[in-house]
């Protein structure tokens, strides 16, 4: 993680990463003016606060309260040598535990991450740079390039080449990309996540049999979000580049809607608009780009290339946006092998949707079958001896498709988690199987996994395949584990009998395609200097229904975004028309405002927390309509999640709207006990936003221009290095 230090007054300090901010000073003794800890008060409390929480993540997995479990940590320090000290921590337990938790909290505590760090002893490297800003790869280790490399399955460069290049890439756009984390808790199965330091949004994870695969996996999605903009999905870009040549890449084309808002004729294609528009119902304005929210300029659109025939077919960068997610993206060594991981990762989903959805049981793999793979064997024998039951299916369904399951039960807790891979090879799609169940994941972790179900309707709801789809952490149906399996075994090979070749593998997965009379569309990109591409499979490799252009679009975002943003500059008749706008559009109450209009605000901040119906609260306050504002407060605190700050300060509002609303109580009554309960500042806000001297507390005010939202523009300074780089490669 970086950490950038700001030298405030006299010896204060703050360092800033992610999203907070931490002010270090001295002791009044040490000239210092005793406002905050010292900075070496924040490493002895790190230590205890770390060990508390495996405390804290051991008891919640066991349903064992901790509020009677109290610890402490001493440091007692050497008087020889100041440097060498002794961390005491002390754990006091109550007498009903029993001795085996005893034990195990015992345990967790020595898992604590601050204390295997300091034991390990990290090393430290002082050096001046000219930049920090432009030092962008000093956060990675990168393997060394001396000999011939390592060759991976299904990969047309040796892993460390790969690596290198990659890693130059980046640091040539000015990204600095730093590792968070690193797992590697069973043999043979690795994974880290990764992030610009700069814009920490921008991050993704990687898997592999070993730590440099792992790696090369995680810079390869990087590359591969980055081509197509996907850390940017539904985010807002500004209105300089909303007003640029070009908002997402020079070759779009931007079309109007018909007179009467029909679709306009240059974009998709008739198999397209079977699929998209099957009743008519779908309009030219529904089509209208969320990133840049520039309708005058019509509905951006970018170019694919049909497989069957070569033809070039626009599709509006809205419909990608609203029903892909990442589904069918890749960044390779060559062309033909992003083809084959972008078509695998579209089988993969598909099938395992259809296997889910449709209660399927598959058959096991033989174990003289898996025996053939010990490397894969062992990491699966590593989960086994924690406790966890492994399954190792075949999700070809009869030799259709090439896909693997994993799936493993969790006793403790009695949840279920199944993990899918897709690769023309068997062991490749095996092996990834295994590498995804475990990616990013403690053994902790695995206790937040779904109980199965024999209720078809929780299975089969689409929300549980987006789950699915995000961290595989969907219900899954208790007939996916019957003996009964739906199909036998198959021990397939898409590979040409064991002669790998991306070319043909690609060749191979679009045949299956045709086979099923499915299109299939293709966008390349090379801007960034990696081979890429996306797949789009119309009717297949969706993530969200295609209802959902219509329902439930992202684009609902421009029907809001300007008002909201600059809210506090709207007079009384404005916010009656934003209000009533919300009321009609039905949208969910508890919609976080950070999703409905595509901003990244602080989630630390009030406009972080913020939700339609708390929006909607503020302006019947900041209007006068008080009634409808008891009503919000009542429901905010009754169904609320938000942070005990802003709960004290509703709940100082609904009683201090009810002796509003009452003819029979004045505020001089009660004023002086609700100041005494929750204080001044509160009860000056709560006051002042009855009578609208106070509007929007909380909100701090910003603009068009998203003055003040650091984090939302860092994303677009992130989103602005891809920019100019693609009008750099297209002059």
Known sequence: MQIKVNFLDNLRLEAKFDDFTVVADQPIRYKGDGSAPSPFDYFLASSALCAAYFVKVYCNARDIPTDNIRLSQSNIVDPENRYNQIFKIDVELPEDISEKDRLGIIRSIDRCTVKKVVQTGPDFQIEVVENLDEDAQALLEVPSLEGEGTSILGKD??????IAKMTSLLSGLGMQIEVTSWRNIVPNVWSLNIRDADSQMCFTNGKGATKESALASALGEFMERLNYNFFYNDQYFGPDIANAEFVHYPDEKWFQPGSNDELPEEILDDYCLEIYNPDGELCGSHLYDTNSGNTERGICSLPYTRQSDGQT????SNLIENLY???????????EEAQVQCLSEIFERAVKREILESE???PDVPKEVLDQYPSIVAGINGLEEQGFPIFVKDASLGGQFPVMCVALMNPRTGGVFTSFGAHPSFEVALERCVTELMQGRSFEGLNDVPKPTFESLAVTEPNNFVEHFIDSTGVVSWRFFSNKADY??????????????????????????????KESYMAAYSDLGVPSCRI???DYSEVYPVEDLIWDNTNKALLFRDDILNIHDLDAQQLEALFDRLEESELDDYTDIITLIG???DENTVWGQLTILELKLMICLAIGRLEDAKEFTEMFLQYNDNTAERTLYYQAMDAALEVSLDDDMTMDEYEHSFRRMFGDEKMNAVLGSINASVKFYGLTPTDSQLTGLEKHQRLIESYQKLHQARAKAHR
Request: without cysteine; charged residues 10%; aromatic residues 12%.
């Open 325 to 335: 997610l990442s589904n069918g993206m890749s960044a390779g060594n060559t062309i």
């Open 599 to 601: 901003i990244e605000f």
């Open 360 to 362: 399927l049981a598959l």
């Open 488 to 517: 036998d075994f198959v021990e397939w090979d898409f590979t040409n009998n064991g002669q790998h070749s991306n070319a043909q593998e690609a060749q191979t997965l679009f045949g299956i395609l045709e086979s099923m009379g």
């Open 157 to 162: 460069l040796p892993v460390e080449q790969s």
């Open 536 to 538: 789009l499979v119309p």
């Open 313 to 316: 077919v626009y599709f509006p």
